[in-house]
Nanobody
Framework: QFVESGGGLVQPGGSLRLSCEAS????????IGWFRQAPGKEREEFAC????????DYSDSVKGRFTISRENAMNTVYLQMNNLKPEDTAVYYC???????????????WGQGTQVTVRA
């Protein structure tokens, strides 16, 4: 299970840093993904980091603005979000991949999510 935190209300162009702390397992052997779901829309995977932290993948919608990182000793993954836009408004979740790499497979062990709202 994950616990996400760090969400809130921010103005367009602002920044937030989300945290995703794993409990009940050691996340160091798993790839971790960040997802988001806006009202009325499907859940979107937009960032993933492999188990070692040396490879990251981003969707085009966040590339260049968001950075995913991890600190395995703290059992935590982070998401630095810069230049936020109103269309980034959503509930943000992290999840564990079934393996060490982001390609293929499925994600599970969802947290409760943290709300990010971007508006003037």
């Amino acid at each position: 299970q994950f616990v996400e935190s760090g969400g809130g209300l921010v103005q367009p162009g602002g920044s937030l840093r989300l945290s995703c702390e794993a409990s009940g397992f050691k996340m160091e052997v798993y790839a971790i993904g960040w997802f988001r779901q806006a009202p009325g829309k499907e859940r979107e995977e937009f960032a993933c980091i492999n188990s070692s932290g040396f490879r990251t993948d981003y969707s085009d919608s966040v590339k260049g603005r968001f950075t995913i990182s991890r600190e395995n000793a703290m059992n935590t993954v982070y998401l630095q979000m810069n230049n936020l836009k109103p269309e980034d408004t959503a509930v943000y979740y992290c999840a564990r991949h079934g393996g060490s790499y982001c390609a293929g497979g499925t994600f599970g062990s969802w947290g409760q999510g943290t709300q990010v709202t971007v508006r003037a």
